[in-house]
């Protein structure tokens, strides 16, 4: 968490002061912030198939969602939102979440997005969509 904080603060993505908050959506319960940033991503099928009752759970998506006054940022991997269920409970939530991407969430262009990995600079093509929304002034 304190490298992502340092992260963001350094490559200018967002001032130093007020310090970014990084955390997990159950210690943001509760709380708000101008902008929020998630990460909903997985990548491995089989994790997904592991953890999707957790991955899936609408009520942590919502906590997450609301905690936003201003801007609310979620990065999310096709295989999280194109993935197959079986569990019919599980199956209705993963529907609501992938509803509310593809309706709300209009694609505005792909790029490719640069991370190292073992050392070595790579790179995978992503679609960048946005909701158009504003929170509370």
Request: charged content about 25%; proline content about 4%.
């Amino acid at each position: 968490m304190s490298t992502i904080t340092n992260l963001l603060v350094s490559s200018g993505v967002l001032p130093r002061r007020p310090e970014p908050q990084v955390d997990t959506v159950d210690r943001f319960q509760g709380q708000q912030r101008d902008v929020v940033f998630a990460s909903n991503s997985v990548s491995a099928p089989d994790f997904v198939t592991a953890e999707e009752a957790f991955i899936f759970d609408l009520r942590r998506f919502n906590v997450t969602l609301t905690r936003a006054r201003k801007k609310f940022v979620v990065l999310v991997s096709n295989s999280h939102v194109e993935h197959l269920l079986y569990d019919r409970e599980i199956v209705q939530q993963a529907a609501n979440f992938r509803l509310f991407v593809e309706r709300y969430c209009s694609p505005i262009g792909r790029f490719p997005l640069r991370y190292k990995e073992a050392g070595e600079d790579r790179a995978m093509e992503v679609t960048l969509r946005a909701l158009q929304w504003q929170g509370a002034a």
